[in-house]
């Protein structure tokens, strides 16, 4: 239920972003928002790990930065490889 107590319809995650999903069902969370410096960063974390920390690049739209998301869950998933363009190189 949301916040109205109205049931919400449960859609199918757009392409792309089904290991956000899978994450977030699995109980971990995903964030926008600024981190000084930085304008604009995307996170994904689990219970136990921080999985990503990306940079919205100049240009980028949310959607690709979502898509690159959804690809660095699966990086730290399925290679073990976690990827922090916050601290380390970019």
Do not use: W
Request: aromatic share 4%.
């Amino acid at each position: 239920m949301n916040m109205t107590g109205k049931t919400r319809k449960r859609v199918k995650p757009p392409p792309g972003q089904i290991n956000i999903e899978a994450l977030i069902e699995g109980g971990g969370e995903i964030a926008i928002g600024p981190v000084p410096p930085f304008e604009c960063v995307a996170t994904a974390t689990d219970e136990h790990n921080c999985l990503a920390m990306l940079v919205r690049q100049s240009g980028e739209s949310l959607d690709d930065l979502l898509q690159r998301l959804d690809a660095a869950i699966e990086a730290a998933y399925e290679y073990d490889h976690f990827t922090d363009e916050v601290n380390g190189p970019r």
